[in-house]
């Protein structure tokens, strides 16, 4: 939004877009929780995943490289290429390099809540949700943005684990009944 002049214009893309897109990676990063919650997590599994999210993101980021260069050679630049041809460690794009970032903790962060146990776990959720829900209604409120994804997976992981399963065992005993 930097480059984009106060006006209707930028108006119409604060309100109406950037929204979406925070939506957006919320939905996919619950989808990918959700069924990373499905088996336990390994380190070597998540380091494969991101080899493939690299090989990926390094396709697409040579290919907008070579267009770049191509249709505005005066602001090609050494700086670039070589940007272009790491882009996961030099954060070309945010949510790639922040994904895989968490895939790293990913095997830990799992270990450690479910060492938490049922109780604590659901009241760190709780205090998560009280940080992150009630002081991000707040303008201005200061939030430590990059823990988002750890936000996110307390809050998924204890539904998924501990909510999701009583209501399940719920519905069978009131099925079976």
């Known amino acids: 939004l930097q480059g984009i002049a106060l006006g209707i214009c930028r108006f119409v ?9 925070k939506i ?3 939905i996919f990063f619950t989808i990918s929780a959700w069924f ?7 380190l070597k599994g998540c380091v494969r995943r991101i080899w493939f999210l690299e090989k990926e993101v390094f396709f697409y980021s040579v290919l907008l490289m070579m267009l770049y260069a191509i249709f505005d050679k ?6 670039l290429a070589v940007k272009s041809l790491l882009p996961l460690i030099y954060g070309v794009w945010w949510y790639p390099t922040s994904y895989a970032v968490f895939l790293l903790f990913l095997p830990f962060l799992e270990k450690g809540l479910k060492a938490l146990g049922r109780r604590n776990h659901l009241i760190l959720a709780m205090v998560s949700l009280g940080v992150y829900g009630v002081l991000g209604l707040f303008p201005h409120a200061y939030i430590a943005s990059d823990a988002g994804f750890v936000y996110l ?3 998924i992981s204890a539904y ?3 909510i999701e399963e009583k209501q399940c065992i719920n519905l069978r005993v009131m099925i079976c009944s």
């Open 24 to 26: 957006g990676v919320v």
């Open 153 to 155: 997976f307390v809050l």
């Open 160 to 162: 998924r684990w501990y």
């Open 74 to 79: 005066p602001d090609f630049s050494i700086k």
């Open 13 to 21: 893309v604060q309100f109406l877009f950037v929204p979406d897109g």
């Open 36 to 42: 990373f919650l499905e088996h336990d997590q390994t």
